[in-house]
């Protein structure tokens, strides 16, 4: 079946973004810590806007929509969304303008994904709440579903194929006290960095499944990128943590002709 799916996945267009095969890093002093060969598959190292797995998904759908003559990339998300990003970046490096459609629902921030998608020149619409969602097993099965039919293959599929193993009410767009403490965890013991929505997630889901399930088997996390989201999350990841012993105000670091003008503005 793998060799079958690499050759329909083969017939479809392509969009030449990207760079693949992305490393698969032995993390040496985690698996120390946890008892068991722990390696990372860097998805984030794909090579556009800070990258993502989301790189490796749009270099099919970008292939389809430009052999579908498209001029234009349109991707929506919440402000701080990974997704509208790669599609910005991938427009880019394909010469194809992109707009995008944000959702403002957990705030406005210029900096992270958004500072991102405004240095790219993208033209950005801002939109009204569409929820907080729900349903995530339905919509991987429906997701599965429909590229079996795209790539015309025959998988059998149950509900129970779909392992949802988060514990808790976590939900899209939040970060919570235990994906904080693994990002601060990966980042002080292999200093790599994880996004504090689906990374950081997934790695406290992780660490808590190996302290439940102790053995010696390899471990291999799928690091899908969003780092950028990390400077938009300031506030929830360390708080007041060094505000109060910095060494000075914060400067204009606007040189050049910025700073005649802004001398002139304020005389």
């Not at 190292?45 to 989301?54: P, V």
């Not at 976590?170 to 904080?180: E, L, Q, S």
């Not at 471990?219 to 109060?244: D, I, M, N, P, Q």
Request: net charge positive; proline share 4%.
């Amino acid at each position: 079946m793998r060799d079958l799916l690499a050759v329909r996945l083969a017939r479809r267009p392509h969009a030449p973004v990207g760079l693949f095969p992305t490393p698969l890093q032995h993390m040496a002093r985690l698996s120390r810590q946890l008892g068991r060969p722990v390696y990372f598959k860097r998805e984030d190292l794909a090579g556009l806007a800070l990258a993502g797995s989301k790189i490796r998904i749009l270099r099919h759908t970008a292939g389809d929509a430009l052999e579908r003559g498209a001029r234009m990339f349109v991707a929506g998300g919440y402000v701080q969304s990974n997704h509208p990003t790669q599609v910005a970046a991938v427009g880019c490096a394909l010469g194809v303008r992109t707009q995008l459609v944000l959702d403002t629902t957990k705030g406005w921030e210029m900096e992270g994904n958004m500072l991102l998608s405004t240095l790219m020149g993208c033209t950005v619409h801002y939109a009204a709440p569409h929820g907080l969602g729900g349903g995530a097993r339905e919509r991987v099965l429906r997701t599965a579903r429909a590229a079996m039919q795209l790539l015309d293959l025959e998988v059998p599929l149950r509900a129970d194929d779909v392992s949802l193993l988060g514990r808790g009410a976590g939900v899209y767009g939040y970060t919570y006290p235990a994906t904080i403490k693994a990002i601060w965890k990966v980042a002080q013991t292999e200093g790599v960095f994880l996004d504090p929505v689906y990374t950081g997630t997934g790695m406290a889901e992780l660490l808590r499944w190996a302290h439940a399930h102790r053995g010696d088997s390899p471990l291999v996390f799928l690091h899908t990128g969003g780092v950028t989201a990390l400077f938009a999350y300031e506030r929830e990841l360390v708080g007041g943590k060094g505000a109060s012993d910095a060494p000075g105000r914060r400067i204009s670091r606007l040189g050049g002709e910025g700073v005649r003008r802004r001398k002139v503005a304020q005389a």
